[in-house]
């Protein structure tokens, strides 16, 4: 079955520092994937979005990863601000065009 | 310019009462999406409209029916509805022209069925 997996614990990280997340999924062939930022009562929020010919993409002090090979994406947030803290969701292509999610992993910036 | 407005943005209902959840969207999108999200569930597709005039079942669809009124558009209907559908519901726009598909959500509606 397809499946998308993102880390249910949520990363708690110092100011200043780097937050790493983790999207892994199976029996997708992804043409491309995206990020999106949901803070809580709020609707997501799309970030980026990397294409599975591109191996890294930024966007200010986020930078996305995917390895097609290993069936994973990173997404870096550098230089962590309090505003960072949210929860982060990967989204591949699925059929016809529409969108699967990941769970969505929380990121908690300590000042 | 709005984005993706829903309304209402609370709702609580009996069981077995009927409600409409309205969406629209000023974008000039040609998709429409409804996902209702749930905890440790993540998002999950309800329905979707790939153009006016089309939609197809996403996920999970069942206790629910929509309705592509015009492109702006786009209505969730809960006939009869179920304490499984308290959940928070969100309506998304995109365009799949350029084949990315992003899409742009609108705030949610926060639905408790007793």
């Known amino acids: 079955s397809q499946k998308i997996e993102q880390n249910s614990e949520a990363l708690n990280i110092q100011e200043g520092k780097t937050a790493t997340l983790t999207c892994n999924y199976t029996?997708?062939?992804?043409?491309?994937l995206q990020w999106y930022r949901q803070d809580p009562g709020r609707g997501p929020v799309f970030l980026l979005l990397?294409?599975?010919?591109?191996k890294e993409k930024r966007k200010e002090r986020l930078k996305v990863t995917f390895d097609t090979t290993l069936k994973q994406s990173l997404f870096h947030i550098t230089a962590s601000q309090p505003a960072d803290s949210a929860t982060y969701l990967c989204?591949?292509?699925?059929?016809?065009?529409?969108?699967?999610f990941g769970k969505g992993n929380q990121v908690v910036v300590i000042p | 310019n709005a984005g993706v407005t829903q309304t209402p943005k609370f709702q609580v209902l009996k069981t077995g009462q009927s409600m409409t959840l309205q969406c629209a969207q000023d974008?000039?999108?040609?998709?429409m999406y409804w996902y209702r999200q749930d905890p440790g569930m993540g998002l999950r597709l309800i329905y979707y409209?790939?153009?006016?005039?089309?939609?197809d079942k996403g996920e999970v669809p069942n206790g629910y029916n929509v309705s592509r009124l015009n492109k702006r558009e786009f209505s969730l209907r809960l006939e009869s509805a179920a304490p499984s559908q308290t959940s928070v519901y969100f309506c998304?726009?995109?365009?799949?022209?350029?084949?990315?598909?992003?899409?742009?959500f609108g705030p949610g509606t926060r639905l408790t069925v007793l």
């Open positions: 998304a726009s995109g365009d799949v022209a350029g084949g990315y598909n992003e899409q742009f």
């Open positions: 029996n997708y062939s992804p043409a491309y």
């Open positions: 990397i294409r599975e010919n591109e």
């Open positions: 989204a591949l292509i699925s059929g016809n065009n529409r969108l699967a």
């Open positions: 974008m000039n999108h040609n998709s």
């Open positions: 409209s790939a153009s006016e005039g089309t939609t």
